[in-house]
């Protein structure tokens, strides 16, 4: 009786931990890492598009604390990408800007390896880590861009002041900007 409980536990535990070489272990692999962030590039993703969690969402509430308008909202659904932005009214002293909310396929890991995307910087949004970066060109000098990953893809936010005398700091409202689409996106 003895030999066969040692043979039993023998077996067990030399069959639970091969698992990797089973044929079905492909499948249960999980796709999202310790952060609670999906780790597959978009090509893997399994989430279609469509299924994104979609900015046009964001709640009034968000919008009216940055001081930003529905009116004029302009959303589209590109490759991987759902976007809206969303402009300060033109009446404001303090100059315009836009705000944009991008939801993605992309993995946040992709996010960092952009060839477009440099000067990156570590930060947190709503204590999750997030970074901070610019998008390489002249004509991207006037924003801010920030980006976290989820458990779909990862969320840029962006904000860009419209005109070369507007007085906004676009990374510090990019900051305040990410907290609001933080709270209402999902995780």
Same mark, same amino acid.
């Given at each position: 009786? &003895?030999? =066969?409980? &040692?043979?039993? &536990? @023998?077996?067990? @535990? #030399? !069959? !639970? *931990? *091969? %698992? %990797?070489? %089973?044929?079905g272990a492909e499948s249960s692999k999980s796709l999202v890492g310790p952060e609670g962030t999906i780790t597959v590039p978009a090509s893997e993703n399994p989430l279609p598009p469509e299924q994104l969690w979609d900015p046009k969402e964001l709640p009034d509430s968000a919008l009216n604390q940055m001081q930003l308008e $529905?009116? #004029?909202?302009?959303? *589209?659904? $590109?490759?991987? =990408?759902?976007s809206c932005q969303w402009l300060s009214p033109a009446w404001d002293s303090r100059g315009m800007y836009s705000g944009i909310a991008y939801s993605t396929t992309s993995s946040f890991d992709e996010v960092l390896r952009r060839p477009n995307f440099s000067n990156f910087e570590d930060i947190k949004? @709503? #204590?999750?880590r997030a970074v901070k970066y610019s998008v390489n060109g002249s004509s991207y000098s006037d924003r801010c861009d920030i980006a976290w990953g989820t458990r779909f893809g990862a969320i840029w936010v962006t904000i860009g002041r419209q005109g070369a005398n507007n007085p906004i700091d676009p990374c510090e409202k990019a900051l305040q900007w990410a907290e609001y689409v933080h709270e209402a996106a999902p995780k």
């Amino acid at each position: 009786m &003895v030999i =066969v409980i &040692v043979v039993v &536990v @023998a077996v067990m @535990a #030399g !069959g !639970g *931990d *091969d %698992s %990797s070489e %089973s044929p079905g272990a492909e499948s249960s692999k999980s796709l999202v890492g310790p952060e609670g962030t999906i780790t597959v590039p978009a090509s893997e993703n399994p989430l279609p598009p469509e299924q994104l969690w979609d900015p046009k969402e964001l709640p009034d509430s968000a919008l009216n604390q940055m001081q930003l308008e $529905r009116t #004029g909202e302009i959303c *589209d659904l $590109r490759q991987n =990408v759902k976007s809206c932005q969303w402009l300060s009214p033109a009446w404001d002293s303090r100059g315009m800007y836009s705000g944009i909310a991008y939801s993605t396929t992309s993995s946040f890991d992709e996010v960092l390896r952009r060839p477009n995307f440099s000067n990156f910087e570590d930060i947190k949004v @709503a #204590g999750q880590r997030a970074v901070k970066y610019s998008v390489n060109g002249s004509s991207y000098s006037d924003r801010c861009d920030i980006a976290w990953g989820t458990r779909f893809g990862a969320i840029w936010v962006t904000i860009g002041r419209q005109g070369a005398n507007n007085p906004i700091d676009p990374c510090e409202k990019a900051l305040q900007w990410a907290e609001y689409v933080h709270e209402a996106a999902p995780k």
